[in-house]
């Protein structure tokens, strides 16, 4: 196996040093602005990142999906904690996660739909509506919200929501899919995939290793 990896690795080596020697000449980039407007953004990121560049997006897609698959699957073998010890009530917290949780709930969906007009998009709102699940269960317990959010349906979203994009990307690539709606769909799949893989994270935690 050394000698493989050793293998591959000059070879990785031998890629960067030759694509830097500059013997695959990069043809010339456009201007920002026309780019963006070629993707029907206002937002530059937005327009390389679900654009020009989709297949990056994608790939790092998958491999969020596939580090969620690596939890379940880790923490498989471990049994479940039956009985697990609850969160001191706070009723601080519990006030907090009633007033804060629906305006994060509303701003992760403002950034992701926004994200192709200004700074912002799906990962980064996928991780602010995770927190504000992460907030709920620290104020009511992550067993009594498991019981609102049933871990099937989490799956059909999860892996829903990655296809959906899967078939957006391709409709992109090969067909020629692009303007304002194709980077808003997309912000908004990449919000539902962000936020319902961490929250399938926590509770597999919860789950196997006690309460939050």
Known sequence: MKWAAWLVAMILGGLLAWTSWGLFPRPALPPWQEATAYWGARNAV???????RLYDTLFEVLVFAMA????????????????????IESPLL???ADVL?????????YLAASGHLAPGGGFPAGAI???GLLLVALARGIRALA????????SQLEYGSLAALLILGGGSLALGWRGGWLLTLANMLILIKVSTGAWTVLEHFAAHRGEV
Not at 75 to 81: T, V
Not at 147 to 154: G, K, N, T, V
């Open 46 to 52: 937005a327009a390389i990142v679900l654009g020009a």
């Open 68 to 87: 969620m698959v690596g939890v379940r699957l880790a923490l498989r073998p471990l049994p479940k904690r039956r009985a697990r010890p609850p969160v």
């Open 129 to 131: 509506v995770g927190t």
């Open 147 to 154: 019981q609102e959010f049933p871990q099937p349906i989490l």
């Open 94 to 96: 519990e006030r907090a």
């Open 101 to 109: 949780v629906p305006a994060i709930g509303v701003f992760g969906v």
